[in-house]
């Protein structure tokens, strides 16, 4: 099929990418001339698993190709997907000027019948009011599609090529068809393509967002009443995870979520509920406790050292909001960083993939080093805030020597609290207790 693209964000691009796998002729659009460039010489902008490679290959074949000339891609497609970002206003709405903008330069530029698909997650009616916008620039027909997407960021690139279920959200059967068509190489598994009306599609990406958030943000409250009535968190998790009707996924204790869609989702569902005048205590707990969870953890360290972190040096072991993406948007290292920067401490920061997005977003704020020990290199104590793999068993009496004093406070539940006392660290996490470690300062 011929298929374009607008917008080459994370979204747009693992979507335009994967497509062209199965042998669509795609363009991915994209205003951005540097970044057209850069992504036309096989250079790409963001981190994730697998996705170089298929963008190679499929440049390579003459499948994929980037370009700044929406009008031209849209006369030479079929299908046109809308992958633009929706930024989250101060109200916690969506900001639809991307989607509306793109609307319109595809109506003016429409020669024939064009399946419109918003592939970008945006509050429940767009799909109409976009539809209605359209239809004020162009005498010719089309029809609007929601296909939300459902990509884990460092797992997107097999999310897309084995997707679980896809979602059509359709009034129209021509257009149903036809996107089955677009993803019936996809899901021969067996795996269902749901088709729904277009106004349940647009909620149903809100809703799987929400639950999921609400679930890491249970985890967490549980966490911090486990740490206070002396039970161990991980073992409740285990306890509950077993369950069936409960599962394990999304039930770590920790930080809290970041990234670009739970925070944003979280506020865009409670917005959409406060203008449609119902109640929604348990978006906004979860949202609430979200952001507790880093103030929690912060309180952690300042706690040990008393308050006065001036002129300490700590070790920030991680910075993206999660392992196997460079994506820092919403990420708990973030606020770690600024408070205790504002407090007079030192940062010393290592990340295997976001060194240089967090030199974009942090600026000169901290030190950046090359590798992870070289971080604690002269530090006052470790801090760990994202779970990358190689920070999973590291050389802990290299740390201890490394370290002025052995000192871990750990987000993400990584070690053992018994080991790492045994071995002399104070050590310090989350859902577990650690008077052990404090009483020993």
């Known amino acids: 099929m011929k298929i374009c ?8 691009l693992v979507a335009g990418t994967c497509l062209a796998e199965m042998g669509n002729d795609v363009i991915c659009v994209d205003n951005n001339e540097e970044k057209i460039k850069e ?11 697998g996705l170089e490679e298929l963008i190679l290959a499929n440049t390579r074949e003459g499948r994929l190709l980037f370009s700044t000339d929406l009008d ?48 970008s997650t945006v509050p429940v009616g767009t799909g109409e009011k976009v539809r209605n916008f359209m239809k004020q620039h162009t005498a010719y027909d089309f029809d609007v599609v929601s296909n939300p997407e459902f990509l884990k960021q460092g797992a997107a690139v097999d999310d897309f090529l084995k997707p679980d279920r896809v979602i059509i959200g359709s009034d129209s059967q021509k257009a149903t068809e036809i996107m089955q068509e677009v993803y019936s190489p996809f899901l021969r598994t067996g795996n269902p393509v749901i088709v729904m009306d277009v106004k349940s599609a647009e909620m149903s990406k809100y809703a799987a967002n929400a639950f999921l958030a609400t679930k890491i943000s249970f985890i967490n409250e549980l966490a911090n009443i486990c740490e206070k ?64 969870q880093r103030k929690i953890f912060i309180d952690k360290i300042l706690d040990y050292y008393e308050g006065g972190v001036k ?24 606020t770690i960083v600024d408070t205790l920067i504002s407090r007079g401490a030192l940062i010393k920061a290592y990340d295997p993939k976001a060194m240089n997005e967090a030199r974009r977003i942090l600026g000169d704020k901290i030190s950046y080093v090359s590798g992870n020990y070289e971080a604690l290199e002269g530090a006052d104590a470790l801090i760990l805030a994202t779970e990358w793999n190689e920070f999973r068993r590291p050389d802990f009496e290299r740390i201890k ?6 000192v871990i406070f750990d987000g993400r539940n990584q070690y053992n609290p018994e080991r790492m006392y045994g071995n002399g660290f104070d050590y310090i996490c989350v859902g577990k207790k650690t008077e052990k470690a404090l009483q020993e300062v």
């Open 229 to 292: 009535a002396g039970a161990n968190v991980e073992h409740v998790r285990t306890g509950m995870s077993t369950d069936t009707r409960i599962g394990s996924q999304f039930l770590f204790p920790g930080l809290g979520y970041g990234g670009s869609c739970f925070p944003k989702d979280v506020k865009a569902l409670i917005r959409v509920a406060k203008d449609n005048d119902v109640s929604c205590d348990i978006l906004q707990s979860a949202d609430k406790t979200n952001f507790m």
């Open 39 to 49: 992504l036309s010489q096989g250079k790409v902008p963001i981190y994730e698993p």
């Open 401 to 406: 020597k490394l370290l002025k004093r052995p």
């Open 5 to 12: 693209v607008i917008g080459t964000g994370y979204v747009g």
């Open 72 to 119: 031209s891609a849209v006369k030479n497609s079929l299908i046109c997907f809308i992958a633009v970002g929706t930024p989250q206003g101060d109200d916690g709405s969506c900001d639809l000027t991307y989607v509306f903008n793109v609307a319109e330069s595809i109506a003016k530029s429409m020669n024939d019948y064009k399946v419109i698909v918003n592939k």
């Open 311 to 334: 002129g300490k040096t700590f070790a920030l072991w991680g910075l993206a909001f999660k392992p196997k993406t460079n994506d820092m948007r919403e990420a708990p290292a973030i």
